[in-house]
């Protein structure tokens, strides 16, 4: 690297001959190389600057500066990808405690447990006067409707039991309408499920539900 004597260079010059001085590799030097270099580089400068025209101690100052905001970005850097590996680490070890645990997620199915009881839910974006569950058969016929009334905006729950002589076997899959006079009120349904198991890719966290679905933990609306 050559160094200018005989006048004073300005900032811009200690940078750029930092910067080019050695190619490619200072390119894929790390930030404490690329201070120690520029450090060395400033020091012989002023030993060899032009007494009659020294350089300007602010332009030396912001230089400073910026070099060191460099290294202290950096540092922060390498300690905010500590602390996320760390974070997965926990969000991992708190997932695991999650499986069997019932959860609720966008969806429509319906599933029959045990008791032959089913649940779901809904998300309504304002007040409803009235409130329709329709549930579906395998094939969309209607073969029950629960009429809630008025509910508020928000989430709210239903169970279904089968009527005698209806026959709940197969998929089973409901539809929410809702209306306030006679506008439609947006409704989001939702479905319970259970987690089966715990997954992580990347900084994802994913849960495998009993339905055979898979979902992110963000995607989770609320634990039974």
């Known amino acids: 690297m050559t160094i200018t004597t005989g006048s004073a260079s300005?900032?811009?010059?200690?940078?750029n001959q930092l910067n080019t001085g050695s190619g490619a590799?200072?390119?894929?030097?790390?930030?404490?190389?690329?201070?120690?270099?520029?450090?060395?580089?400033?020091?012989?400068q002023m030993q060899n600057q032009d007494p009659l025209s020294p350089m300007d101690n602010a332009q030396v100052t912001s230089q400073m500066a910026q070099i060191n905001t460099?290294?202290?970005?950096?540092?922060?850097n390498t300690s905010i990808n500590a602390m996320a590996a760390q974070f997965m680490q926990m969000q991992a070890m708190q997932g695991a405690s999650l499986v069997g645990r019932g959860v609720q997620v966008e969806g429509n199915s319906l599933t029959l447990d045990a008791n032959?009881?089913?649940?779901?839910?809904?998300?309504?974006?304002?007040?409803?006067?009235?409130?329709?569950?329709?549930?579906?058969?395998?094939?969309g016929r209607v073969i029950d409707t629960l009429n809630l009334g008025a509910d508020s905006a928000g989430r709210h729950s239903f169970d279904w039991t089968p009527p005698a002589g209806v026959d709940a076997s197969g998929a089973l899959k409901f539809k929410v309408t809702a209306l306030s006079g006679s506008a439609a009120v947006a409704a989001t349904t939702l479905q319970h499920d259970q987690v089966a198991?715990?997954?992580?890719?990347?900084?994802?966290?994913?849960?495998?539900?009993?339905?055979?679905?898979?979902?992110?933990?963000?995607?989770?609306?609320a634990f039974d």
Request: net charge negative; charged share 20%.
């Open 10 to 15: 300005d900032s811009a010059a200690i940078y």
């Open 25 to 44: 590799s200072s390119a894929a030097s790390t930030s404490q190389a690329t201070s120690d270099r520029f450090l060395k580089l400033l020091v012989t």
């Open 70 to 76: 460099v290294t202290g970005i950096d540092k922060l």
């Open 116 to 139: 032959g009881k089913a649940s779901g839910g809904f998300d309504l974006a304002g007040a409803a006067d009235s409130v329709k569950v329709e549930v579906l058969s395998a094939s």
């Open 197 to 221: 198991a715990v997954s992580t890719s990347g900084n994802t966290l994913s849960l495998e539900l009993g339905s055979g679905k898979t979902v992110s933990y963000a995607d989770i609306k």
